[in-house]
């Protein structure tokens, strides 16, 4: 089991960045797949981006590609979303979850433990 804690949220004018972490508990971190996800307001969540356990195996949802990158430190527990070029439509709730590299890992299927959540709003 793992649990997770996302930071790094904000209030950020369009064309800006921020980077989100999230970070893990427990020893077997670097056994996750990892992803991000997103929930705006009145919508359903959206896969974002996935990466592999070595992070040498990334994907990335369509509307972000390009403009986000997902990294890991295994060493440091830790999984991170680089968000570049911010759009307003990029507001939402962020979540970061964990799953078994398993089919369906890089399609944002099936992931079995979640964060909290940490809002970033995109300002036009």
């Known amino acids: 089991q793992v649990q997770l804690v996302e930071s790094g949220g904000g209030l950020v004018q369009a064309g800006g960045s921020l980077r989100l972490s999230c970070a893990a508990s427990g020893r077997t971190f670097s056994s996750y797949a990892m992803g991000w996800f997103r929930q705006a307001p009145g919508k359903e969540r959206e896969f974002v981006a996935a990466?592999?356990?070595?992070?040498?195996?990334?994907y990335y949802a369509d509307s972000v590609k390009g403009r986000f990158t997902i990294s890991r430190d295994n060493a440091k527990n830790t999984v991170y979303l680089q968000m570049n070029s911010l759009k307003p439509e990029d507001t939402a709730v962020y979540y970061c979850a964990a799953r078994s590299q398993t089919p369906g890992w890089g399609a944002g299927r099936g992931y079995d433990y979640w964060g909290q959540g940490t809002q970033v709003t995109v300002s036009s």
């Open positions: 990466i592999s356990t070595t992070g040498s195996i990334t």
